[in-house]
């Protein structure tokens, strides 16, 4: 709450859904979903509702497309597209929709991109931590 009054926590540490190892982004959609990153576990995100209910879990270990090795910063843009970057990877974040299905990645000569968040314009802003810079992407 805006109040700083403590509401809830969800997930335990351990390899099934609702489950992390090292959560590392967190972020809300407009229909206030919570999607978490956890790097340890090389896939995308867990999704879930605002009461702490697993919804679904998307994107997988390994180098190809939709795939993650360590997942960390996500974020949502005004048309629920789910952002995600992982900082081994060297491409700045993949692009999935509501649903999971991946989109596209978004590529730029990137060592660690970590943070990652979305402009009233739309425009996308990837942190790059091992080259002190941020890229952009309209």
């Known amino acids: 709450r805006a109040d700083g009054t403590f509401v809830q926590a969800f997930g335990s540490y ?17 229909a206030d ?4 990153t956890d790097r340890t576990r090389g896939r995308l ?17 390994v ?12 974020c949502v843009d005004g048309a629920d597209n789910i952002f ?6 060297g491409r700045l974040a993949q692009q999935f929709r509501a649903d999971g299905t991946f989109v596209r990645a978004l590529e730029a000569r990137a060592t660690f991109p970590c943070g990652v968040c979305v402009g009233a314009d739309g425009a996308l802003f990837v942190a790059d ?6 890229h952009t992407f309209r």
């Open 84 to 89: 995600v970057t992982d900082r081994t990877r």
């Open 45 to 61: 995100a867990q999704q879930f509702r605002a009461d702490g209910t697993f919804v679904q879990a998307f994107g997988s270990y």
């Open 33 to 36: 979903n919570i999607f978490v």
């Open 63 to 74: 180098w190809g497309p939709a795939q993650f090795v360590q997942p960390q910063g996500v």
């Open 14 to 30: 351990v390899w099934g859904p609702a489950q992390f190892v090292q959560p590392q982004g967190v972020c809300v959609d407009g």
């Open 129 to 134: 931590g091992e080259q002190c810079r941020v």
